[in-house]
């Protein structure tokens, strides 16, 4: 029999506060759900067996709830990263098989204040209830100056929320996962992604084509090397959304462009078209993004994206994307030169072709069965 829960922490953090909380979530779970088991914790005496590796696969292949207790040193911790990642692959597998609802299996416990990673959906994350603490301290802090009532609260909160995932049926993964192959949760899928055409990609709206000229390389774009390359960046917001990430890559001598970025669309991707602003300036270039322009695409994003500190022309945007600089975001943004608006502007913009791609999906194609809500995806096999 699986345990309830499984409880994924980062051993840098353990102390009398951790302790407690487990011991006393366990025994509130027991309560709530009858069951006679603690939820499944790995420990040093664990670790120096020879199956460990073999039980905490198993284990995190059946438990139907994973407990995650942030801090920088989850954040920092590659077993927590694989731990996370394996859950995160089941709940992608119910979405899938159950048309996208979103399971309650993953209960994150901000236990230190700490910088969330992109590439994790916005789970609901329990913390301090108390105004003064709020976004200032984690929930290790609120035992640790004898809140006790707001600590046990929080924890009788995880218990509850653990019961409700033990009634979801979520399925295992069909392998067992050997954890040393098991990628990171909290970085983008492996780069770069494969192109949006390429045999065997999926398509629909779960999947975010970002478009970009094949030169310069995805590494130099701005942002590199001081910060995460753009498509590091992009790719982990697709992630944190629970979008598959492919590419749409193209010379800008290559007429084709407009054929491929219609094939997009007709497939029913999400759309992003990253321009490097200082690549204006090239006539050839240019004149590849007027004719992009000119098509007025209401069902993609654009963005133009610029050095740290570079002088942004926008008179050279509006001579360029004539119809498309009289718009606003989350559609088009001309002048994005940081990590964070970037990141922040990727976001807004597939959430909006989300609902831009839900409410005008192209039918060009032969249908297949619906995966995603109660869109049809037009195909889940594009041919080359």
């Known amino acids: 029999m699986a345990a309830p829960f499984f409880f994924s922490y980062a051993h840098n953090d353990v102390d009398d506060q951790?302790?407690?909380f487990y011991d006393e979530l366990s025994s509130r779970v027991r309560k709530l759900t009858g069951v006679s088991l603690n939820g499944f914790r790995d420990t040093d005496d664990m670790r120096a067996g020879e199956l460990w590796g073999t039980r905490l696969s198993a284990e995190l292949n059946s438990c139907r709830a994973l407990v995650a207790l942030?801090?920088?040193?989850?954040?920092?911790?590659?077993?927590?990263?694989?731990?996370?990642?394996?859950f995160l692959e089941r709940r992608r597998k119910y979405m899938l098989e159950k048309t996208g609802r979103r399971p309650a299996a993953i209960i994150p416990v901000l236990w230190q204040v700490s910088e969330i990673p992109r590439s994790l959906p916005d789970f609901h994350?329990?913390?301090?209830?108390?105004?003064?603490l709020k976004g200032k301290e984690g929930v290790w802090y609120v035992r640790k100056i004898r809140r006790h009532n707001e600590f046990d609260a929080i924890i009788h909160s995880v218990a509850k929320r653990v019961k409700e995932s033990m009634?979801?049926?979520?399925?295992a993964l069909p392998y067992e996962p050997v954890l040393t192959g098991v990628t990171s949760a909290f970085e983008p899928p492996p780069l770069p992604p494969a192109e949006f055409d390429a045999a065997g990609a999926e398509a629909g709206p779960r999947c975010a084509t970002f478009v970009f000229a094949n030169a310069p390389a995805w590494t130099a774009w701005p942002f590199s090397?001081?910060?995460?390359?753009?498509?590091?960046?992009?790719?982990a917001v697709a992630k944190g959304k629970d979008l598959e990430t492919h590419q749409l890559t193209f010379d800008p001598t290559d007429?084709?462009?407009?054929?491929?970025?219609?094939?997009?669309?007709?497939?029913?991707n999400l759309v992003l078209f990253f321009v490097d602003g200082t690549s204006l300036s090239?006539?050839?270039?240019?004149?590849r993004l007027r004719e992009y322009d000119r098509e007025k695409y209401d069902s993609m994003g654009t963005l133009v994206v610029w050095p740290p500190g570079a002088r942004v022309a926008r008179d050279v945007v509006s001579q360029v994307f004539p119809n498309l600089s009289a718009r606003q975001p989350p559609l088009f943004w001309h002048e994005l030169q940081e990590p964070r608006p970037f990141a922040d502007a990727v976001g807004d913009s597939l959430d909006r072709l989300s609902n831009e791609v839900l409410r005008t999906a192209t039918t060009e194609s032969p249908a297949a069965p619906a995966v995603y809500g109660t869109v049809p995806i037009v195909s889940n096999r594009i041919a080359t």
């Open 18 to 20: 951790l302790n407690y």
């Open 70 to 86: 942030y801090s920088p040193s989850y954040f920092n911790s590659r077993i927590c990263a694989r731990e996370l990642q394996v």
């Open 125 to 132: 994350y329990e913390a301090p209830r108390s105004e003064s």
């Open 167 to 171: 009634a979801v049926d979520l399925p």
């Open 225 to 235: 090397p001081g910060h995460d390359p753009l498509l590091h960046i992009a790719a």
């Open 255 to 268: 007429p084709h462009l407009l054929e491929r970025l219609k094939a997009a669309r007709t497939a029913n």
């Open 282 to 287: 090239n006539p050839v270039v240019a004149q």
